[in-house]
């Protein structure tokens, strides 16, 4: 049973920064791509950003690309997203999704698997 707990979020002032965190259970965490996908209110769950088991390779989405970065340390089982400049349209909430094996690299939902109970941002204008 994989569980990923989600933490870091909280009430920021448009231009500020937070770093969220996502630890994962089991020792197989370090052979898997991760991603962060976020979801606001009335909305679908989108793609943020994606980083392969390794840490070499990552993936952004258009919205977040120079703003956001995605992190891991793989001994910590933890899967980091550092957030700068943020605006209050990142407003959501921050989900990380374990890739699935077959279809890496993958924007698409249905190709995670795996996911915690998110944590909340909210940024303030």
């Known amino acids: 049973q994989v569980q990923l707990v989600e933490s870091g979020g909280g009430l920021v002032q448009a231009g500020g920064s937070l770093r969220l965190s996502c630890t994962a259970s089991g020792r197989t965490f370090i052979s898997y791509d991760m991603g962060w996908f976020r979801q606001a209110p009335g909305k679908e769950r989108e793609f943020v950003a994606a980083?392969?088991?390794?840490?070499?390779?990552?993936y952004y989405s258009d919205s977040v690309k120079g703003r956001f970065t995605i992190s891991r340390d793989n001994a910590k089982n933890t899967v980091y997203l550092q957030m700068n400049s943020l605006k209050p349209e990142d407003t959501a909430v921050y989900y990380c999704?374990?890739?699935?094996?077959?279809?890496?690299?993958?924007?698409?939902?249905?190709?995670?698997?795996?996911w915690g109970q998110g944590t909340q941002v909210t940024v303030s204008s």
């Open positions: 980083i392969s088991w390794s840490g070499a390779s990552t």
């Open positions: 999704h374990r890739h699935d094996r077959e279809s890496w690299p993958s924007q698409l939902l249905p190709s995670y698997e795996y």
